[in-house]
């Protein structure tokens, strides 16, 4: 698990069930359940949606997406959800696409955060092809001071595939993190953080950057 980010999601969950007391717009109200529970908590529903595509289409019609809701316990009544929908829904078609919702989910970010998270995953892309792998963090990550390499039960390799588990998303875990899966990830860390220069500092200390 990357510094200090455990600490932050609890900030975060904490912060996130007093504000949900007070929003009344339904797509923070259901970003916010979805933060309470940490900052996977977004790619969580994301993994629910799939489950469900069963013909792979990516899209979701509005029963799935309510179906989808109450799978994850999210508290939501059917008013409220159809007001998701129709949201979401941009062309009328009856249908949303989940990547593009689970992206509008995501907490918006300041310039100043893109940047740094971005400079964080160009640093670990050391190929440049815009997707992370093993053989990039060989000499960019430490696999050595990993605990579980220290006592034998796992190879290097398996202390970097935990590493990027940490950013893929949870139902398609392919040991490649795409600039998408990373930013999504930062975007629950970088909600628990109040201020950019404390989000960026973070960042810094966390990458050597």
């Known amino acids: 698990q990357m510094p200090g980010t ?3 999601d609890r900030e975060m969950a904490i912060q996130a069930k007093r504000n949900l007391s007070k929003t009344t717009d339904p797509v923070e109200r259901l970003r916010l359940q979805c933060l ?3 900052s ?3 790619k969580g529903l994301g993994r629910v949606f799939r489950i469900m595509d069963d013909d792979n289409s990516r899209t979701l019609d509005f029963k799935e997406f309510v179906k989808g809701l109450n799978d994850y316990a999210m508290m939501i009544d059917k008013e409220e959800a159809q007001e998701i929908f129709r949201i979401f829904d941009k062309d009328g078609s009856g249908t949303i696409d989940f990547d593009e919702f689970l992206i509008t989910l995501r907490p918006p970010m300041s310039k100043a955060r893109k940047e740094i998270i971005m400079q964080a995953f160009r640093k670990l892309d050391k190929t440049g092809d815009g997707v992370i792998t093993i053989e990039d963090l060989r000499g960019v990550y430490n696999a050595k001071h990993h605990p579980k390499y220290q006592n034998g039960d796992w190879t290097e390799d398996q202390v970097f595939r935990a590493f990027l588990d940490n950013f893929d998303s949870p139902y398609d875990k392919d040991g490649k993190v795409t600039t998408e899966e990373f930013m999504n990830y930062y975007a629950g ?3 628990s953080i109040d201020t950019d220069v404390y989000f960026i500092i973070m960042m810094k200390n966390a ?3």
């Open 40 to 42: 996977a908590g977004i």
């Open 207 to 209: 990458w050597k950057l």
């Open 6 to 8: 455990a600490r932050h």
């Open 189 to 191: 860390v970088s909600a």
């Open 36 to 38: 309470a529970r940490g």
